[in-house]
């Protein structure tokens, strides 16, 4: 989405899939020639009947065929203009001038467009330079009336089609001070600035240009010897009404790099991608600098009857060179120019998002937050749309544990501007600050308000379980406890726009339990949560596999471990740890420490399920880290090597106390050890067994441990 705004926008266009995308990829998105149609449609409808739809002026004037409208022209009735309203306006009044000048204008058009062919080939007498002509003398017969403007146009643009340039220029300059100060007027003189640049007056055609904010003319016909062309126009007229959307665009262009710049500094990022990055953004850098130059002489001169924009503009653009000091100095100077409503919203936003990143995080700037977080919410409350909620329900409704669903869900929670902006204050910003300062409870506060304002989310794929997922036992333990007992009003403002619901964290809670081995912690849990609740979790399908097995893998089914699977594994775990640790009896005690070391290394393995929530053990990031945070790696999430080696020795500790040689063996065999147990405990039945049923072993020749 757009951070740094000047006006409205168009939030569907940000909604599409190339929408993220990086904008110097889609430069010519971002500098549009100068189109007059829907300014056209209402001198139109203007000129007419106000009744007339816009809709069917549009279809007339744009789309309607010649033969279509030369029929309509022969019968002049009704039935004959069919349900559109501007043609039966044409009908009901008589005005076959509008029929006339319209079936003109179409064939003109269709000649002119045959002639932009490759395939063309322009000789002086051909078919498309006669009708031309035949163009030129019609609209020259057309001396004054209401559509007099109108033929002015066709006339400059028949005489452009026959390459007359000088002709063309010659007539405009005798005609406009006859013509209207409308639309109209300005697409002859853009259609005469390309007259203009084509017989060598290339200055006189950028002026006009510059007028209008035609950037992608200016661009076309100087071959980029103007690489400034805002500043250009901005020379020439400092309060044209082109230099906003203009200034918008490079804004959208710079603000989208700040995003991306995260990118560039992936080691890992794709190397030829990489290339392309750093050499595009060292390009960025220079257009950056030069936008920096024509904002400051703007602020300086004062010519512009809109500074508060160019102050913004200022404060934008030196936020996307990463100095958030002098972008806050930059806004704050111009608070006290007049600015629309809007501007008046974003320059609050950013001046929100400023002090975010300047201020230093102690209890004053929490309570300033808490200010801004409540006005922010207000804004959302007030623009959100009935649509938006439906397209966010939709999202969440997939599969969300998935990472692309993840971008699903916030490509559409971002496309509407104000969430976005309080999902980007809050995890880009005020979450990882918070986490550098060590207030883990508050960064897990507001991560899950941006998550969840809108509508609870699933809980296993936003940003905030990415935080929660990273951060140990205890910070999560110690951020439920401001769940059940809030600390003040800014804690109730926060839970109230957040998932709170008790079984979900006492899940985490106990899965985190699990991980760190704090087995009777996770019983206190885990008895609390129900079986309805468990059945909801995508991980609950999983849960036939016995976390207790001696194979590493296996896809045997036991339906009747479904019932309380997390319950049933610590309760089990925990009683496994208390025997090891103080039963008298050695054997039991190897017993339950191989138990124990068993149900520790299926716990991150394949039966992953107990302490995590995705398969795959490389966690996904969180996507707005600092740098200089040492977040723990996915290792120390996962712990599965950390936990094999320790199984593996808990195991081979477990063989040393067994004093009884049966039990000793019995074990040995269900790890399928059978050498073992023939090598050391052949004279136990364990090992007659074995030599009994295995044609293998039966005639296994005993080593010189054999007793």
């Known amino acids: 989405m757009v951070l740094y705004r000047i006006m409205p926008l168009d939030e569907s266009e940000y909604e599409k899939e190339d929408a993220t995308c990086p904008y110097w990829a889609r430069d010519a998105i971002l500098h549009q020639r100068v189109d007059y149609k829907e300014e056209n449609v209402k001198l139109w409808q203007k000129q007419t009947s106000s009744g007339i739809s816009l809709g069917d002026i549009e279809h007339v004037v744009y789309k309607a065929g010649v033969a279509g409208l030369q029929g309509i022209r022969r019968n002049m009735t009704l039935n004959s203009a069919k349900d559109n309203s501007f043609l039966k306006w044409i009908v009901s009044n008589g005005r076959t001038d509008i029929l006339d000048f319209l079936i003109l204008a179409k064939q003109s058009e269709q000649v002119r467009k045959s002639m932009n062919d490759p395939w063309y080939y322009d000789v002086a007498d051909n078919s498309q330079n006669k009708s031309l002509a035949i163009v030129v003398e019609k609209c020259k017969q057309y001396k004054s009336g209401p559509l007099y403007s109108c033929y002015a146009l066709q006339m400059v643009r028949a005489l452009c089609g026959l390459r007359d340039y000088n002709a063309c220029t010659t007539y405009w300059n005798e005609v406009k001070g006859q013509l209207a100060d409308d639309v109209v007027k300005k697409m002859i003189e853009l259609k005469v600035a390309s007259a203009l640049s084509k017989t060598g007056r290339r200055n006189d055609a950028l002026e006009i240009y510059a007028k209008y904010g035609d950037v992608a003319s200016i661009r076309s016909i100087n071959n980029g010897n103007i690489k400034n062309e805002l500043g250009f126009v901005y020379d020439l007229d400092a309060n044209s009404p082109y230099l906003e959307g203009e200034l918008q665009n490079w804004l959208i262009y710079f603000g989208i790099f700040t995003d991306y710049r995260r990118l560039l500094e992936d080691e890992y990022y794709y190397t030829g991608a990489r290339y392309f990055e750093e050499n595009s953004a060292k390009l960025i850098v220079e257009r950056l600098d030069t936008l920096l130059k024509v904002a400051h002489k703007a602020v300086r001169e004062k010519k512009s009857r809109k500074m508060a924009m160019w102050h913004y503009a200022l404060a934008a653009l030196y936020d996307a060179k990463d100095q958030p000091e002098k972008a806050r100095k930059y806004l704050m100077a111009g608070m006290h120019y007049p600015k629309d409503a809007y501007l008046k919203d974003t320059y609050h936003f950013l001046r929100i998002y400023l002090d975010a990143r300047t201020a230093t995080y102690n209890d004053e700037y929490e309570q300033q937050l808490f200010k801004d977080l409540k006005w922010i919410a207000q804004k959302i409350k007030s623009k959100v749309t009935p649509e938006i909620y439906d397209k966010l329900r939709s999202a969440e409704g997939g599969s969300c544990y998935e990472d692309d669903n993840r971008d699903v869900y916030q490509i559409i929670a971002n496309s509407f501007y104000w969430n976005d902006a309080m999902r980007r204050l809050l995890l880009k910003v005020v979450c990882p600050r918070m986490h550098k300062a060590g207030r883990y409870v508050r960064e897990i506060q507001l991560a899950n308000m ?258």
């Open 450 to 707: 941006a998550d969840n304002f809108l509508i609870e989310t699933n809980g296993y794929s936003g940003e905030m379980f990415a935080i929660v997922e990273r951060l140990s036992y205890k910070a999560t333990r110690d951020y439920y406890k401001r769940i059940r007992h809030p600390e003040g009003d800014f804690d109730q403002f926060l839970n109230s726009h957040s998932r709170t619901f008790q079984y979900y964290w006492y899940d985490i809670l106990a899965t985190k339990c699990l991980r760190e081995r704090r087995y009777a912690k996770a019983v206190l849990y885990l008895q609390h949560v129900p079986l309805s609740y468990q059945k909801t979790m995508s991980v609950y399908p999983y849960m036939y596999r016995s976390p207790f097995s001696y194979e590493m893998e296996t896809e045997k089914r036991d339906t009747s471990l479904y019932h309380n699977y997390k319950l049933h594994f610590a309760e089990q775990m925990s009683e496994s740890e208390r025997i090891m640790k103080h039963h008298h009896d050695p054997n039991e005690r190897a017993n339950a420490k191989i138990k124990y070391a068993l149900g520790l290394r299926n716990s991150v393995h394949y039966c992953w399920f107990l302490t995590r929530y995705s398969s795959n053990t490389e966690y996904t990031d969180i996507r707005y880290a600092l740098p200089e945070i040492a977040y723990p790696n996915d290792s120390a999430i996962c712990r599965h090597d950390e936990y094999v080696l320790l199984s593996e020795k808990l195991i081979k500790s477990a063989f040393d106390l067994f004093t009884d040689r049966e039990q000793a063996a019995a074990q040995l065999r269900k790890f399928s050890y059978y050498q073992r147990v023939l090598d050391d405990y052949g004279n136990t039945n364990v090992a007659q067994d074995i030599r009994l049923h295995c044609d293998k072993w039966r005639d296994y020749a005993l080593n010189n441990k054999y007793k």
